[in-house]
């Protein structure tokens, strides 16, 4: 998947992974949308991070477009995170 591609640039973890993607759809012309946020509101890398998703999504054979929606509500939490995150950053799910 693309988006397992594209790293938080604090964390050593996809964002895929760390649960930055709300949401992801892909329409009849190929056009992608997604949703996603960050782990920190005020991240000077945003712009980056946004570029880096809507660069491999649109290099996925086949996508058109990407839109990329930077949202902060709800906010992220580790909760969100899968257990190979968990697992890669030493995390225990309970913690």
């Known amino acids: 998947m693309a988006l397992r591609q594209v790293y938080d640039p604090e964390i050593p973890v996809n964002i895929y992974d760390l649960g930055l993607i709300y949401d992801l759809r892909v329409n009849q012309q190929h056009e992608v ?7 920190a ?3 000077p890398m945003a712009d980056y991070v946004v ?3 809507r660069a491999a999504v649109e290099d996925v054979p086949g996508v058109v477009s990407a839109q990329i929606d930077l ?10 995170m899968s257990e190979e995150a968990l697992v890669e950053l030493g995390l225990d799910g309970d913690e």
């Open 33 to 39: 949308y997604i949703q996603m946020t960050l782990t």
């Open 41 to 43: 509101p005020n991240c």
């Open 51 to 53: 570029d880096q998703v």
């Open 71 to 80: 949202v902060f509500e709800p906010a992220w939490d580790k909760s969100r």
